[in-house]
């Protein structure tokens, strides 16, 4: 099978996996490193900032995001390829598709990740299971339900144009 990736995905992913590598001297920073392309130029960069900001959300490919939507003054990002030092967690796996991101490229594997520690894998699997057999969610009842409900379908109603359920 031929190699899928361009001799500019290769460079781009190794300055992604440069800065993971730099990482490993500043104190506190996990090892890892993304950005975001928009048309040949890197627009975002990003590293695991985590334990410095005290930021659970501060992923690698999450700070690349938020400098790329700061630099370009946007929060889509369809024309963009997310390069990541390692497999996007779930999280930002999600971050990337809510940007819009159409391609994503990466070096290490969730598996490679957890051998070293991260719990990267067993968010993935978690999120397989139903709501009632997760650990972490909890349904509340019918009232709570539809009061949270008619919030949103009042900011939905101040929208100029419909909204279309994306069931």
Known sequence: MPDPLTEADRLFLRRAIAISRHALEDEGKTPFGAIVVVGEEIVGEGTSSVVGLHDPTAH????????????????????????????????????CYW??????V????SYDVATYGF?????????????????LVEQVDETLRQDASDVLRAWAETLPI???AKY
Do not use: K
């Open 60 to 95: 690698a490919e999450v700070m690349a995001l938020r400098d790329a939507g700061a630099r370009l003054q946007r929060h889509l990002m369809p024309d963009g390829v997310m390069y990541s030092s390692s497999e996007p967690c779930p999280m930002c796996l999600v971050a």
């Open 162 to 164: 419909p909204v279309e």
């Open 119 to 135: 719990e990267d894998l067993q968010l993935y699997r978690e999120l397989t299971l139903p709501n009632d057999d997760r650990f």
């Open 99 to 104: 940007a819009r991101i159409p391609r994503l």
């Open 106 to 109: 990466f070096g290490a594997t």
